[in-house]
């Protein structure tokens, strides 16, 4: 039997905890790229995600084995639990923007977009949006193990293997920001956005229940028998869409802290001022935003792992996708304009396609 209460403050409580392990496990301090809004100093950052999901699944683990949780109790919980996620974002997100001073342009656009650009709580110990990264990309995995669980308990006797791929890709994806957290210091997220409605509520209730969409879709439905081709196919679009963004954010990153050292054994080609550099070569050679490529592509292999292709609810988080990286893609091509001027307008001309080689 479900109880509203616990369910509304289930993730409230797995955020707590998640703060709680982020401030006390061993972390290495690494250099960001995003500066000090007064002081101007580049900022310094305490990373320990890995060591962080390693403790949170390993407890929610325990208490499965142990039977002080049911399995599926996240499952079970599944609307309260959203709907408490969804009113901590909006608490957390009205005090983050109404304690910051004002930006002039309206408060219903710094609700929305936010008003601190970097905060770093705990005497610097702890950087709110990597914490919001990690508490939304954990609280997500939590889900899909519970959902899964409750797929594997309704139908022992014949569970769907596309449900089990699902789980191993979604789970590689957060893994792998987890292990590459220092790289992603380096994105657009970590340089240019605030703190509002739009980055706080987003990792506190749209990413840890909205991601794995397709999953709370099927998750009751029983195993669709889905082909063999099928399943080789999404696990190849979703590799093929890793490659892609992580590769992309790889050498970015490599580029940011070396202009000159070479990526996979290819030396740097740029376009310059004689003041800054853009890199042109490589993965960013293809076209100005292939890593927005590679996500759309992992979502894609995500909704055919599960085997119902012709439901709608599977195919709502690549949506998301595209809905969200287009009008980013302009926002960050008007941000570039105005920052490098015509050096950006003879980027354009060199690579020419905005996220889509050869067709976009």
Same mark, same amino acid.
């Given at each position: 039997?479900t ?6 403050f ?14 006390v496990?061993p972390?290495?301090?690494v ?8 002081? *101007?100093? &580049? =900022?310094?950052?305490? @990373?320990?995600?890995?060591? !962080?999901?390693?403790?949170? +699944? ?7 084995t142990?039977?002080?949780?049911p399995?599926d ?17 909006l608490?957390v997100?009205?005090?983050?923007v ?23 709580p705990?005497?610097g ?19 899909l193990?519970s959902?899964?669980a409750?797929?594997?308990?309704t139908?022992?006797?014949d569970?769907?293997? *596309?449900? &089990? =791929?699902?789980?191993? @890709?979604?789970?590689?994806? !957060?893994?792998?920001?987890? +292990? ?12 240019a956005?605030?703190?509002?409605f739009?980055?706080?509520?987003g990792?506190?209730?749209w990413y ?6 397709g999953l ?15 399943l ?41 001022d004689?003041e800054?550099?853009l ?7 293809l ?7 590679g996500?759309?592509l ?21 949506l998301y ?13 008007r ?9 950006w307008?003879e ?5 020419r396609w ?7």
């Amino acid at each position: 039997m479900t109880d509203p209460l616990a369910g509304f403050f289930a993730p409230w409580g797995v955020f707590a905890g998640i703060l709680v392990l982020h401030l006390v496990l061993p972390a290495r301090r690494v250099t960001g790229y995003a500066r000090d809004e007064r002081s *101007g100093d &580049v =900022l310094r950052y305490r @990373l320990n995600g890995p060591r !962080v999901f390693l403790f949170t +699944v390993g407890l929610w683990f325990a208490a499965g084995t142990s039977g002080v949780m049911p399995w599926d109790w996240l499952w079970q919980h599944r609307w309260s639990g959203a709907v408490g996620a969804l009113t901590l974002g909006l608490v957390v997100s009205a005090a983050v923007v109404v304690t910051a001073p004002a930006t002039g342009k309206g408060l219903l656009r710094d609700l929305y977009l936010g008003r601190r650009v970097n905060p770093q709580p705990f005497g610097g110990h702890a950087d709110a949006k990597m914490f919001l990264y990690l508490a939304g990309a954990l609280l997500l995995e939590l889900n899909l193990l519970s959902f899964a669980a409750h797929h594997l308990l309704t139908w022992p006797d014949d569970p769907s293997p *596309g449900i &089990v =791929l699902y789980v191993v @890709l979604f789970t590689w994806f !957060v893994c792998d920001y987890l +292990v590459f957290e220092r790289v992603h210091l380096y994105t657009y997220d970590f340089v240019a956005e605030r703190l509002g409605f739009k980055l706080v509520w987003g990792c506190l209730c749209w990413y840890p229940y909205f991601y794995g969409v397709g999953l709370w879709s099927v998750a009751d439905l029983p195993n669709p028998q889905t082909p063999g081709w099928l399943l080789v196919l999404a696990a190849a679009l979703f590799f093929a869409g890793w490659t892609l963004s992580r590769g992309s954010n790889l050498q970015k990153f490599a580029f940011k802290r070396n202009p000159e050292r070479a990526f996979l054994g290819l030396r740097p080609r740029t376009l310059g001022d004689g003041e800054r550099r853009l890199l042109v070569s490589g993965f960013w050679g293809l076209s100005r935003h292939v890593n927005y490529l590679g996500e759309i592509l992992m979502a894609t292999g995500l909704a055919l792992a599960l085997g119902w292709p012709w439901m709608l609810g599977p195919w709502l988080y690549p949506l998301y996708y595209v809905a969200l990286l287009l009008p980013r893609e302009r926002d960050d091509d008007r941000r570039c304009a105005a920052k490098y001027g015509p050096l950006w307008e003879e980027y354009r001309e060199r690579v020419r396609w905005r996220i889509v080689p050869w067709v976009y």
